[in-house]
């Protein structure tokens, strides 16, 4: 038992060193999301998804795709990243790419452009995840499961199975030679819908199930990491899940997607109640990273705000007083004082994710208004390095200097993580 304490203690000392992961998502390439653009929605202004691109495509499909694979993402976007900074792409991909259905309309050959993309990783010096962003049956019903509508990925008996054999075959390749000098991470599933609690104990069993069948096809890197996604159920309701697996600190992430747009009560507030908002995140991701690596897997700049003439806040999506401006306008017309607003919203989440977690990833790599990472660096509300901060403390601390703080914050979280194992023992 000792020794166990011991071998723990130094595997958590080895992760907590790694630097924090500044990421982004490579979103709308290996699954396709409608809101996000592209061309090749133009023919088809019907379609809501791949499912049903792809069936209005019909014959043209696979010149279609590949035309939108080879041009979507490439290896001077790559390129671009790393040169502002970031450290880690999580590329989605659906099952079809691994191990496609007959009878669905998608088209084949995803899987060769994630490939590419590893290598042009590694040229710029990156890390990936690979994100199974797409279940047989959908997951949750949301187009970026590649078919949305009904969820029945829980409830078909064959859903389940296949999607291990998806996860096997994942993580022995990836895990492989030619890809483990750059995968570092392997995710079981993207935003499993939890509508009960019984959904939650069947996602539970799979993630058991799955991560066991992928550490026992794990080839060369045997430190891949496998990460869960909260399936929109607390962060704490996960901390019995390393010791049920059997899980070092290093060896399993929770994903989490933190979003201030989608409800009611998000849109009803001002800049500054999004910033409140985004530093109070510190008091669940904090504790939950105590536990295991838990990482902002998708959040973004977007948050139903207009800014007055006079510096003041409101919430919507449009104002009719002079000189007001709100952020669902086009960021490239942007006042300065938008783009601070702004900036002032994604720091604090950066502060959070970095100061309490593991890091993030910011969806998405490129797409429409905030939620464009690109453009965010190249119109100033993305902080350029991703380190600088122009709006320092406003989550009661400060990352001024982010290579001593990145390496006070690991003395202190190996501390608190030394702590909950001494209760352990």
Known sequence: MLNLFFFTLLAIFAFASADPIRGVNVGNWLILEKWLGGDIWNSIPNASDEWTACEALGENAPAAMQNHWSTWFTQD??????????????IPIGYWAIQPNASDPYVTGAQD?????????RSAGLKVWVDLHGAPG?????????HSGTASWQTDSSNIPTTISIIEQLAAKYSG?????????????????????QDVAITRQYYSDAYAAAQAALTDNK???IIIHDSFVDLSDWADFPAQVGASYNQLSLDTHIYQVFSDADNELNGSGHIVKACNFQNTVGPSNEVLPTIAGEWTAAENVCINADGSTINGTSCSSEGCQCTTDDPANWSSDLVNLVRGYVEAQMDVFEGNGTGYFFWAHTGPGSWNFMSGVQQGWIPQ????RAFPGQCGFTLPDITAIDASKRKHKHRRVKRGLLGMF
């Open 223 to 225: 430190d891949l990491t």
């Open 138 to 146: 959908s997951q949750n019903g949301y187009d970026n499961s590649g």
């Open 385 to 388: 390095p991703l380190t600088a």
């Open 177 to 197: 030679s030619g890809f483990s000098d750059v995968v570092t991470g392997l995710e079981l599933l993207n935003e499993p819908i939890s509508w009960d609690p």
């Open 77 to 90: 976007t790559v390129n671009q990243l790393a040169s502002y900074g970031i450290n880690t792409l999580r």
């Open 113 to 121: 452009y994630l490939d590419q993309a590893i290598g042009w990783a």
